[in-house]
């Protein structure tokens, strides 16, 4: 079974604090994603990674900020944590090739105060 | 720009009756089109995949259709359980789009014993 795994499940920070969020997936994937999800909202993509090295912002990147220098992990940077970032945050990955299923992870409820 | 609209009024039904959710979009060609179920506080999880060639695809008690020329996608449970009550997404996806996918913000199912 694919599995992606989330460094958290819970995490409270202060604002102005720098947060990473790891994503970590099983199953040899190229594609990488983040979204984070808001009641009315829906799931909306931060950034995303084709490849190793690879990354292009999504509809929402601004205070974020992504790394990925292994193929099987992918992270989302909070440069200066502020209260509007407070959200649910999931990562996804897929095998390369447009059409394939996306497998998320349980995601990291995120609380900045 | 490109719109995906599911029912935000959540549906009831009552167990063992059908449910239909609708998935309309706009601005779009999508080449398929993807259906996910996500419990609360928990990831998406993949269940169907339609294609644009294909009116119709069925997954034991799932059924997904495709209509091109609507620009829409119905998504029915047969013989609805309890345990099928859960958010479901639609998601769009074309060779245009690139590597990631956008979500429509889902319909809540309640499914009533």
């Known amino acids: 079974d694919v599995k992606v795994t989330q460094s958290s499940r819970y995490l409270v920070k202060r604002t102005g604090e720098k947060v990473f969020l790891e994503c970590v997936q099983d199953?040899?994937?190229?594609?990488m994603f983040w979204y984070r999800q808001d009641p009315g909202l829906g799931l909306r993509l931060i950034y995303f990674?084709?490849?190793?090295?690879?990354?292009e912002k999504g509809d929402i990147p601004e205070g974020y900020s992504v790394s990925r220098e292994k193929k099987e992990r992918f992270s989302l940077i909070l440069e200066s944590a502020s209260t509007n970032q407070t959200s649910m945050y999931l990562c996804?990955?897929?095998?390369?090739?447009?059409?394939?299923?996306?497998?998320f992870g349980p995601g990291t409820r995120l609380t900045v105060l | 720009s490109q719109k995906i609209e599911q029912n935000s009024e959540a549906l009831n039904i009552q167990e063992g009756k059908t449910a239909t959710l609708t998935c309309n979009y706009t601005?779009?060609?999508?080449?398929?089109l993807q259906w996910y179920r996500q419990d609360p506080g928990r990831g998406p999880v993949f269940l169907l995949l339609?294609?644009?060639?294909?009116k119709e695809k069925r997954k034991e008690r799932l059924k997904v259709t495709f209509d091109t020329t609507l620009k829409q996608s119905l998504f029915h449970i047969t013989a609805s359980q309890p345990a099928d009550s859960a958010t479901y997404l639609c998601?769009?996806?074309?060779?245009?789009?690139?590597?990631?996918?956008?979500f429509g913000k889902g319909t809540s199912l309640l499914v009533t014993p």
């Open positions: 996804a990955s897929r095998f390369s090739g447009r059409g394939g299923e996306q497998f």
């Open positions: 199953m040899d994937h190229e594609n």
């Open positions: 990674s084709y490849d190793v090295k690879m990354k």
């Open positions: 601005n779009y060609s999508p080449a398929y």
């Open positions: 339609i294609r644009e060639n294909e």
């Open positions: 998601a769009p996806g074309n060779s245009n789009s690139g590597y990631a996918l956008n």
